[in-house]
């Protein structure tokens, strides 16, 4: 009779710790928190407990990620931590197949009518797409779908080619829920959306940085007179303009000081002088030898600008400066 009594008293006590269990996991806020619970429980309580824990923690993640909350490689890292609890008897592709059972009743149960096709939903409520794109080399351009009826958009730099990353896009911003589209495959779906793009697409370019800097250092070269003579070129600050290369040669210190102006680094005029094709592939800058020193210029092929060219027959030379140790 005491060991019925007893039995009783446990069973009881195992049924309020399991239901706490389930409570606990129901009932936090974060999905950390109701792994954490879970893991807890498996590791803790009889077999005949994990079931109702699995079957809750799967449904909760399964949850989650219908609604855009986390990605699957939260959820494939947490069923690989499950499957090495010793008490678990369940191999990874079982719990993976439960998982998606309850996945799959999750998408099911938002209804058909929230399950259009992703490309039919977006032919249905994209109003225009806005590309907006720079001048410069170094910045991604940006997509902005806008959509009828409402001031939400959707940016995308590149996600837009994978159909389930635009579909938890959409969903995020609109709670809205869409099936896969007629065309499944990567190749298919990247023809069509670029189609799609260009049918509603309105280009909104503005001048980079990058950009600007290019222009005002033409802008200098073309305002000025560049001197046929590097020596006399480089004494008066000025730019010098070398015949047989059909080059200016101008002096480090100008194109570090523009750079400065517009908060930019040599380093990145020079990439995007040649993203451009402003000069070849090869460095920018390099040294010369004026008199007995050895500054550096960035060499600029002549069609960059039209400068006046100040030869040494136009100049009177100050003759000075070739006494002495000075003559080169």
């Known amino acids: 009779m005491k060991n019925m009594q007893k039995k009783k008293i446990y069973k009881c006590e195992f049924n309020m710790i399991h239901k706490d269990i389930l409570e606990?996991?129901?009932?936090?806020?974060?999905?950390?928190?109701?792994?954490?619970?879970?893991?807890?429980?498996?590791?803790?309580?009889?077999?005949?407990?994990?079931q109702d824990i699995l079957t809750t923690l799967l449904r909760e993640m399964a949850e989650a990620e219908t609604e855009g909350n986390i990605q699957h490689a939260f959820v494939d890292s947490q069923l690989n931590?499950?499957?090495?609890?010793?008490?678990?008897?369940?191999?990874?592709?079982?719990?993976?197949n439960l998982y998606e059972n309850f996945k799959e009743e999750k998408v099911n149960s938002h209804g058909t009518e929230q399950n259009k096709q992703i490309d039919k939903w977006l032919v249905d409520n994209v109003e225009k797409v806005v590309k907006k794109t720079t001048t410069?080399?170094?910045?991604?351009?940006?997509?902005?779908?806008?959509?009828?009826?409402?001031?939400?958009t959707i940016e995308s730099e590149e996600h837009h080619y994978s159909y389930p990353t635009l579909s938890k896009?959409?969903?995020?911003?609109?709670s809205?829920?869409?099936?896969?589209?007629?065309?499944?495959?990567?190749?298919?779906?990247?023809?069509?959306?670029?189609?799609?793009?260009?049918?509603?697409?309105?280009?909104?370019?503005?001048?980079?940085?990058?950009?600007?800097?290019i222009e005002e250092l033409q802008e200098r070269i073309d305002g000025s007179d560049v001197y046929t003579d590097i020596e006399l070129a480089y004494n008066r600050r000025r730019i010098h303009y070398d015949d047989e290369e059909d080059a200016y040669n101008v002096p480090s210190r100008l194109i570090t000081s523009i750079c400065d102006e517009f908060g930019i680094t040599p380093e990145a005029l020079s990439s995007e002088m040649k993203q451009k094709g402003i000069v070849s592939s090869g460095g920018c800058s390099t040294k010369k030898?004026?008199?007995?020193?050895?500054?550096?210029?960035?060499?600029?092929?002549?069609?960059?600008?039209?400068p006046n060219i100040v030869s040494e027959e136009d100049?009177?030379?100050?003759?000075?400066?070739?006494?002495?140790?000075?003559?080169v």
């Open 176 to 213: 809205v829920r869409t099936a896969d589209p007629s065309e499944k495959s990567n190749d298919a779906w990247g023809d069509w959306i670029e189609e799609f793009i260009e049918h509603r697409e309105k280009v909104d370019e503005f001048t980079g940085t990058r950009t600007q800097v």
């Open 81 to 96: 931590r499950i499957v090495k609890i010793s008490n678990v008897d369940m191999k990874k592709k079982q719990l993976k």
């Open 169 to 174: 896009e959409i969903y995020k911003q609109f």
């Open 24 to 50: 606990q996991i129901e009932d936090s806020e974060s999905l950390d928190k109701k792994v954490e619970t879970a893991v807890n429980g498996l590791e803790g309580y009889a077999k005949k407990c994990h």
């Open 289 to 306: 030898q004026v008199g007995d020193r050895s500054p550096r210029f960035w060499v600029i092929p002549s069609n960059f600008a039209n």
């Open 136 to 152: 410069d080399s170094n910045v991604n351009v940006k997509y902005i779908f806008h959509f009828y009826d409402t001031t939400e």
């Open 315 to 327: 100049e009177q030379f100050d003759t000075s400066r070739y006494e002495g140790d000075n003559h």
